[in-house]
């Protein structure tokens, strides 16, 4: 398997480094006060992994250290993305239309097993992190679920690795009977020893975690034995989706107490946490544990969040299934925020009542984005700008494109104005991941697109060709209730909906080589 390490790409940075950025908007946070702090015209020294130095003005320096000029520009922390699944990226906009029940037949965990070998796995999981730090994210939470082998799964962790941004990278541990040969969670619990053990895979800002959705099939066993081996191995996090009220995910935190593991010293994620109960968010706050929000796909799939705007404090946002929709954190924060305004205006309205306030402010959203993230992980040195704190950051020129000209407040420039095409600079890490708008990948690049693009196309083809049946109307689902049809939209004037097909027919072409 060939390798396009990013790390291996830039080796001139491996060796002792410091960057000052200096002269422009810096959003710094200020630990007394737990807040975001902006500073004009400041400085940001950057020391190895470390930011060392935040300062109001010009910092001097001694040679040798690379002085970048942000005048004009903004330098905000690295979105911290709690929840993803990089290696589907090799079926990018098969899902434009899909559903929670088709998803499930066709690219779940257990449906598209078969259609990867460990190299597709490797090429789709660094594409999906590459987009992401493309987009300004320089930590994700992935709940690995190409955990189909050992090949595979050393192939999802060598790209997690190679990609150089800070992924906590979640091996999942579930029976895989839908490949020859079947990988069940005994065999699992030896293999994921071996790689978290492995000291060729240390040294990086990747870290090892779990991830586990078997927490309410009830098997003890099996629960214990996961966790014993987290604790042993001292894993940073443990993440299992968490979808309620019709939906068949209940990994709640009421369940979690119910096993003991709520108090336990690793900290739990809990992705989308739909329908949470008032008594879940209790038990969040008491044992300090977060949920991750992630508003495209619980738009997407239909999950809904009816309860998620009361538990912000606890919560992060998270991206999902990234090849039907947008893998930037920036995008979803902008939706989640005005979705949580629109919750929160139509309880005023409801009372027939004018909201005189706006309900959420961009500050708040920017800190759910960042800090967050960090502190869902337990890391008080992650998605903020302070001395001391790891130096993963986005560069944003703030000079150029027509949506940010005249901006005062930053963090609204950047929630509410910019887009990712305006990310001029990523670091993780303190070192460069993308500089002068381009990913830091030297030669690589081009090889590595060609082969993706090869392996993405023979995974789609394999993909509808053989497609998979999905439950019809009026059949019961996996969790006994029945499928039902949502109202089409009618978006043509006249006669039909203008629903169209999709473009699947262009499937077959070849990437030139
Ligand atoms: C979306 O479109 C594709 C291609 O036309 C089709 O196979 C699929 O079933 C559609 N999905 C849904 C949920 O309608
Ligand atoms: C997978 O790795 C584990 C741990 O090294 C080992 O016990 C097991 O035999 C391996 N499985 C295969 C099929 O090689
Ligand atoms: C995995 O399979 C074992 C039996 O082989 C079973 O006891 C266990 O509950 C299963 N785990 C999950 C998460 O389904
Ligand atoms: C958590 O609580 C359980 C049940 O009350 C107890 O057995 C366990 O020792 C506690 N663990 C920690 C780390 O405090
Ligand atoms: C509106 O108010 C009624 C009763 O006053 C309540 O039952 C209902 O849940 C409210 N709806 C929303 C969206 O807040
Ligand atoms: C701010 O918080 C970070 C993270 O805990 C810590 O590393 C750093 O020392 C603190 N900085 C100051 C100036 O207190």
Do not use: C
Not at 357 to 371: D, E, G, I
């Amino acid at each position: 398997m060939r390798l396009f390490s990013t790390l291996v790409a830039a080796p001139g940075l491996a060796a002792a480094s410091s960057i000052l950025f200096q002269g422009g908007t810096i959003i710094a946070f200020d630990n007394a006060t737990e807040s975001l702090r902006v500073i004009r015209g400041g400085s940001v020294l950057v020391t190895d992994d470390r930011i060392t130095k935040v300062s109001e003005s010009a910092i001097s320096v001694s040679k040798g250290t690379e002085v970048v000029d942000i005048t004009g520009k903004i330098l905000a922390p690295g979105q911290i993305n709690t929840h993803f699944h990089g290696w589907q990226t090799a079926f990018k906009t098969l899902g434009s239309n899909t559903s929670l029940v088709e998803y499930f037949n066709r690219y779940g965990e257990y449906a598209a097993a078969d259609l990867f070998s460990a190299e597709d796995v490797y090429l789709s999981q660094l594409a999906g992190v590459l987009e992401s730090v493309n987009g300004g994210v320089t930590t994700i939470l992935d709940h690995a679920h190409h955990t189909w082998s050992n090949d595979t799964s050393e192939a999802g962790w060598k790209a997690s690795i190679d990609s150089g941004a800070r992924v906590f990278w979640g091996y999942t541990f579930h029976n895989i009977t839908t490949r020859e040969p079947n990988f069940l969670v005994d065999e699992q619990l030896a293999n994921f020893r071996a790689l978290a053990s492995n000291p060729k895979y240390k040294g990086h800002p990747a870290e090892i975690s779990i991830a586990y959705d078997g927490f309410a099939n009830g098997n003890v066993a099996e629960i214990r034995a996961i966790m014993d081996l987290a604790q042993e191995l001292d894993i940073p996090v443990i993440t299992s989706h968490h979808v309620e009220g019709p939906w068949p995910l209940p990994n709640n935190p009421e369940l979690l107490l119910s096993l003991g593991l709520l108090n336990s010293t690793i900290p739990f994620v809990l992705s989308h946490a739909s329908f949470i109960t008032p008594r879940g968010m209790e038990l969040l706050r008491e044992h300090n544990h977060y949920i991750s929000i992630t508003p495209e796909s619980e738009f997407h799939y239909g999950h809904t969040h009816p309860t998620s705007h009361l538990i912000q404090d606890q919560a992060t946002i998270g991206v999902d299934t990234h090849f039907t929709f947008s893998s930037d954190i920036l995008t979803q924060t902008r939706m989640w925020m005005q979705t949580a305004r629109r919750t929160l205006y139509a309880e005023v309205l409801n009372r027939s009542e004018i909201p005189v306030n706006n309900p959420m402010s961009v500050n708040q959203a920017f800190l759910m984005a960042t800090r967050n993230g960090g502190l869902s992980l337990r890391r008080n040195d992650l998605g903020i700008i302070a001395e001391g704190a790891k130096a993963d950051l986005v560069l944003w020129d703030a000079t150029s494109s027509p949506s940010l000209l005249g901006w005062n407040d930053p963090v609204a420039a950047i929630l509410l104005h910019a887009s990712v095409g305006d990310i001029e600079a990523v670091l993780v890490d303190g070192k460069w991941l993308k500089k002068k708008g381009k990913l830091v990948m030297k030669g690589y690049y081009k090889e590595f697109k060609e082969k993706f693009l090869a392996s993405a196309e023979r995974i789609q083809n394999r993909l509808v060709a053989t497609l998979a049946v999905v439950p019809a109307v009026g059949e019961e689902w996996i969790n006994g209730l029945l499928i039902g049809q949502a109202t089409e939209v009618d978006a043509k004037r006249g006669a039909g909906t203008g629903y169209g097909t999709t473009f699947w027919l262009r499937m077959g072409r070849r990437v030139e080589s």
